[in-house]
């Protein structure tokens, strides 16, 4: 059975060949943001898959080639469609939502350290 590990989590799941990536990561309890239910057409979904490890999934459809375009040549796959064929480690990009807040405190850190 093929495992995929979800970075930054460092979560290990196995599972059946054939299964997506987004299945899998429920599996892990990894959370990895949706909104179209796995229909490929909202782009939130999107994983970043490290080179050399491209042939651990198979080959991306018609509609993910449709919707990420370029982007596949950069590693970036739509976890409801990339699906396992062999151990693969992905990457879950950080919530804009929360990279946002993130660096907004940050800023508000480096704001006080500066005062004191």
Not at 53 to 70: K, N, T
Request: charged share 30%; proline share 9%.
């Amino acid at each position: 059975m093929p495992k995929v590990t979800f970075l930054p989590d460092g979560r290990t799941v196995d599972v059946r060949p054939g299964i997506t990536l987004l299945e899998a990561s429920r599996r892990a309890r990894v959370h990895i943001r949706t909104r179209c239910g796995g229909m490929a057409s909202c782009l939130m979904c999107k994983v970043v898959v490290p080179p050399g490890q491209a042939s651990s999934l198979q080959d991306p459809g018609p509609a993910e080639s449709r919707m990420i375009g370029p982007l596949l040549q950069d590693g970036i796959r739509l976890s409801c469609q990339a699906r396992v064929k062999a151990d693969v480690t992905v990457e879950i990009p950080e919530d804009p939502l929360k990279a946002a807040i993130r660096k907004k405190l940050e800023e508000q850190q480096r704001e006080r350290d500066e005062l004191w």
